[in-house]
């Protein structure tokens, strides 16, 4: 069966660092992409970026480049989400998701995490 | 840029059949992905490439795609049947997502 596990929520202060995780198991890790959601309280879903954990291939959404880094340990099937200095408005529902491949063929998200609440507030 | 338009809400009756749109120049070309969330969990893929359904997913659930406009259809729709429903595309080397529609069961 395959599980996305995430790590818990997170309160921050703003300019603070933090890095969620996402374990997964039941596949290959380095055979999927994992993907990362943003949504914000009562909106919609927002795609950060990508990463491929067979090479570590990335690729950010324009609207997060830069903000954000997602990198992958094959040794541990985890995948991560980091943030240097976090804003107010990066509070958030944060998703991992399994991709099985990408481009218009593929590209469908096939499993999703529970989520990681992160809270940025002074 | 592509964007993909959802409507903001639809409503419909209880055992009725509810169609949720999805709507962009030329998507009938690409490939369009549906998930429903319900209020604090994480979506589920209900219908991929336009009209596969996963395992699990009932077969009141059917998706379509043509021309500028993809469609989820409902059929005789249950109360668990509401919830918030996105569609998705791939489109230049990342994934878009539609702003969502909120389903409400009369």
């Known amino acids: 069966e395959v599980q996305l596990v995430q790590s818990g929520a997170e309160v921050k202060q703003p300019g603070d660092s933090v890095n969620i995780s996402c374990k997964s198991s039941g596949y290959s890790f380095t055979d999927s992409w994992i993907g990362w959601v943003r949504q914000k309280p009562g909106k919609g879903l927002e795609w950060m970026g990508i990463?491929?954990?067979?090479?570590?291939?990335?690729r950010y959404s324009p609207s997060f480049q830069g903000h954000v880094a997602i990198s992958a340990d094959k040794s541990i099937s985890t995948a991560f989400l980091q943030w240097t200095s976090l804003k107010a408005s990066d509070t958030a529902m944060y998703y991992c998701a399994r991709m099985p491949g990408v481009g218009n063929s593929g590209g469908l998200i096939d499993y999703w995490g529970l989520g990681t609440l992160v809270t940025v507030s002074s | 840029s592509y964007e993909l338009t959802q409507p903001l809400s639809v409503s419909v009756a209880l055992g009725q059949t509810a169609r949720l749109t999805c709507g962009e120049s030329n998507i009938g070309s690409k490939n369009v992905h549906w998930y429903q969330q319900k209020p604090g969990q994480a979506p589920v893929l209900v219908i991929y490439r336009d009209s596969n359904r996963p395992s699990g997913i009932p077969e009141r659930f059917s998706g379509s795609n043509s021309g500028n406009t993809a469609t989820l259809t409902i059929s005789r729709a249950q109360a668990g049947d509401e919830a918030d429903y996105y569609c998705?595309?791939?489109?230049?080397?990342?994934?878009?997502f539609g702003g969502g529609t909120k389903l409400t069961l009369l």
């Open positions: 990463i491929y954990p067979g090479d570590s291939e990335t």
């Open positions: 998705q595309v791939w489109d230049s080397g990342t994934v878009l």
